[in-house]
């Protein structure tokens, strides 16, 4: 018989999660879990997977166990690389636990599509780092690939409900808003955005205490070491961030409630949690936090913005500063410093990747659709590493056509210049998601040939 948790609370929970799973919803409408590794997503987990468990032991009819558990787990691709690593390891328990214990309990990990991603859009496009007024982040990185899977499984069940791992107690604004589209008397509530989607909060009465009292009581029903996650917030809990917890031993004397997310982001006046991870002996993350406070220090600085928005648009602020995307010349900087650190970390930390080589390339396309020819990834990333990024997908002009192009141009090089520039543009449009707009590429490219005063 199974073993019951010492505590009211999560019990409760537990047979709610029974009931709503095997008998209040009589259709085979998918679970997708939100989750993020952290504490609240871990504990909405435990607890759904020990109902799992429990009916599987009081009901061997493999028909109660019917519904599918999605876990989904977003990777922005620019986390904490801390959480990131920690992540993937509890992922993997997941899975490999699940399938030993005949629950259906499926991993999905989500990310952002190439032309979203971070590095994409900041070095690439030169969109300006995210802030309050302009956070174009959470959407592209965030919601869209996780609102992607989800659609898939409507399209396939007609509906699904979505599990969330929110509290009343995280914040003011947060309960108001739980509970203004809460319907009483009911456990799911309508999704404010996604059609056909509902939403259920099992966990949403549970206090912090008690949050941190499943984590360092209840084992990990996937079989993974709870204290490492309880030792991460702990790390990583400024001073003004130390949370009260109603501890099982003496090395729970305190924990944090820190909240994780992108290493760059910048939305935030400080990064409290990697600020603290480095004071308490991560020094390894001091270049990551140097690199991102940069990108909040240098945003607004008149010479690193065009005057032009990338549609065109004037972009010259009342003080007569530029505020349109950055200059190409800001975006290889930063690159080049990124590269540079993530040399460095390598050579300790080989598993940290802060920009893959598909971001690469992508960034190089976009730079040649921007008629940026001064500054190339691929002569950067040899500057950094002394040795070539593999660029597999991109054809370049060979040796021979180069040298007769030359030839053909010998009275004068700056037609040279402008064909090897339109043939760049030619050759990596195939890496594009869309080749949208490549016929106007090419004309601009040869009107600032023709009248470089208006550039």
């Known amino acids: 018989m199974f073993q019951k948790i010492k505590s ?47 009916i599987r032991e009081s009901f061997p009819n493999p028909y109660q166990l019917k519904r599918p558990v999605h876990v989904v787990c977003n990777d922005t691709m620019v986390e904490n690389p801390i959480i990131e690593t920690y992540v993937d390891e509890v992922l993997s328990k997941i899975e490999v636990s699940a399938r030993e214990q005949n629950l259906p309990i499926f991993v999905k990990k989500t990310t952002p599509k190439l032309d979203e ?15 309050n007024t302009f956070r174009w982040c959470t959407d592209k990185l965030k919601i869209r690939p996780t609102s992607s899977f989800l659609l898939e499984q409507i399209d396939e069940k007609g509906e699904a409900i979505v599990l969330l791992g929110t509290r009343y107690e995280e914040s003011v604004s947060r309960e108001k808003s739980m509970k203004k589209h809460e319907v009483k008397g009911n456990r799911l509530s309508k999704h404010t955005v996604s059609a056909n989607t509902y939403v259920y909060a099992p966990i949403k009465d549970l206090m912090l205490e008690e949050i941190w009292y499943i984590i360092n009581s209840v084992p990990s029903p996937w079989g993974f070491d709870n204290s ?7 790390d990583a809990s400024a001073d003004d961030y130390e949370c009260p917890t109603v501890v099982t031993n003496k090395e729970h004397a305190s924990c944090g409630q820190s909240r994780f997310g992108c290493w760059t982001c910048t939305v935030v006046k400080k990064d409290k949690s990697m600020t603290a991870l480095v004071e308490k002996g991560q020094e390894w993350m001091k270049p990551l936090m140097k690199y991102r406070n940069s990108l909040v220090e240098e945003r607004n600085l008149g010479e690193n913005r065009r005057d032009k928005r990338r549609n065109g648009q004037r972009a010259i602020d009342e003080d007569g500063r530029n505020n349109g995307n950055y200059t190409g010349g800001y975006r290889a900087k930063k690159l080049r410093e990124l590269l540079e650190i993530q040399r460095e970390l390598q050579k300790e930390r080989p598993q940290v990747n802060l920009i893959n080589n598909q971001e690469l390339i992508a960034v190089q396309v976009i730079w040649n659709r921007d008629g940026i020819f001064e500054h190339n990834v691929a002569d950067i990333y040899r500057k950094v590493f002394n040795r070539d990024i593999s660029t597999n997908n991109i054809k370049s002009l060979g040796q021979t056509e180069r040298r007769l192009l030359a030839e053909v141009c010998e009275d004068n090089s700056d037609y040279y210049h402008l064909i090897d520039n339109l043939i760049s543009l030619q050759e990596s449009k195939t890496l594009l998601l869309s080749k949208y707009g490549l016929h106007n590429d090419v004309e601009k490219q040869i009107e600032r040939f023709i009248n470089p005063e208006k550039q």
């Open 228 to 234: 490492i996650l309880f030792k991460i917030y702990s």
């Open 117 to 131: 991603s971070f590095w994409v859009n900041v070095i690439g496009r030169g969109y300006p780092v995210p802030n």
């Open 8 to 54: 009211k609370a999560a019990e409760s929970i537990i047979e709610e999660i029974i009931d709503q799973y095997a008998y209040a919803d009589k259709s085979d409408r998918p679970w997708i879990i939100g989750f993020s590794g952290g504490k609240d997503s871990t504990v909405l987990l435990t607890l759904v997977w020990i109902a799992l468990r429990r």
